[in-house]
Antibody
Framework: EVHLVESGGGLVQPGGSLRLSCAAS????????MDWVRQAPGKGLVWVSR????????YYADSVKGRFTISRDNAKNTLYLQMNSLRAEDTAVYYC????????????WGQGALVTVSS | DIQMTQSPSPLFASVGDRVTITCRAS??????LNWYQQKPGKAPNLLIY???SSHSGVPSRFSGSGSGTDFTLTISSLQPEDFATYYC?????????FGGGTKVEIK
C-alpha cells in the first residue's frame, strides 16, 4: 500500500524558511516523478513543483520560482521542498504527491502539511 | 499556461440523481485529463485518468469522457458519500493546472 507522509510544516514569519519532507513507502520511489501541490484555506488545488525520477530535472510554478527548491533522496525514499523568502500568500496545506505512469495524473497524495506564514 | 474551467459550481443535486460536471481546457490537451474528488479536511483522491480510465477501487458509477478541449465527469446515481468537491487537472504539459473545482451539494 502506498503511503506518503509529510512533515516539517508549521508557523513561520514572512521572509523566513521552512523545509518540508515526504517519506514514501509501498512503491518503488525511484521509478516515479513526484510533485508538491498546495491548497490555501478555502481555496482550490494549485500545483507547485515536480521532479523527475533521478532528480536531475525540476519544474516550478511561476509564483514560487527562485524561492522554492524541490529535491529527492532515492536512497532514503524521501521528497523535499525547501521554501525560502516565504510570503503570507504561501500559507496553505502542502501535499506531497506521486505521479502515475503515463498521463501525469497524481495517483496518490499525502495527508498534507500546513504551512502558515504570519508575523 | 493551460487554463482549466469547470462548470457548474456549485452543483445542487439529490441522492439518486445523474450528475454531470464539465471541464474545458484553454487549448487542446488530447486525453491528458484527470479527475479528483476531495472531501473537507482530506487529501484529494484520483477518480479518472486519461479522460476515461478509472483509478483502482473507484466505483463504477463514476465515468469520464471527452478529448481535445471539452471533458465531462458523470456520476450515474449520486450516493450520500459523493457530496464533495471535484477537480479536473490537465497533464498535457507543465505547469500542471487544475480547474477551480465543482462543489456538489445537497439540494
Amino acid at each position: 500500500e502506498v503511503h506518503l507522509v509529510e512533515s516539517g510544516g508549521g508557523l513561520v514569519q514572512p521572509g523566513g524558511s521552512l523545509r518540508l519532507s515526504c517519506a514514501a513507502s509501498g512503491f518503488t520511489f525511484s521509478s516515479y516523478w513526484m510533485d508538491w501541490v498546495r491548497q490555501a484555506p478555502g481555496k482550490g488545488l494549485v500545483w507547485v513543483s515536480r521532479i523527475n525520477t533521478a532528480g536531475s530535472s525540476t519544474y516550478y510554478a511561476d509564483s514560487v520560482k527562485g524561492r522554492f527548491t524541490i529535491s529527492r533522496d532515492n536512497a532514503k525514499n524521501t521528497l523535499y521542498l525547501q521554501m525560502n523568502s516565504l510570503r503570507a500568500e504561501d500559507t496553505a496545506v502542502y501535499y506531497c504527491a506521486k505521479e502515475g505512469a503515463h498521463w501525469n495524473e497524481i495517483d496518490y497524495w499525502g495527508q498534507g502539511a500546513l504551512v502558515t506564514v504570519s508575523s | 499556461d493551460i487554463q482549466m474551467t469547470q462548470s457548474p459550481s456549485p452543483l445542487f443535486a439529490s441522492v439518486g440523481d445523474r450528475v454531470t460536471i464539465t471541464c474545458r481546457a484553454s487549448q487542446t490537451i488530447g486525453t491528458y485529463l484527470n479527475w479528483y474528488q476531495q472531501k473537507p479536511g482530506k487529501a484529494p483522491n484520483l477518480l479518472i485518468y486519461a479522460s476515461s480510465s478509472s483509478h483502482s477501487g473507484v466505483p463504477s458509477r463514476f465515468s469520464g469522457s471527452g478529448s481535445g478541449t471539452d471533458f465531462t465527469l458523470t456520476i450515474s446515481s449520486l450516493q450520500p458519500e459523493d457530496f464533495a468537491t471535484y477537480y479536473c487537472q490537465q497533464g498535457f504539459n507543465t505547469p500542471l493546472t487544475f480547474g477551480g473545482g465543482t462543489k456538489v451539494e445537497i439540494k
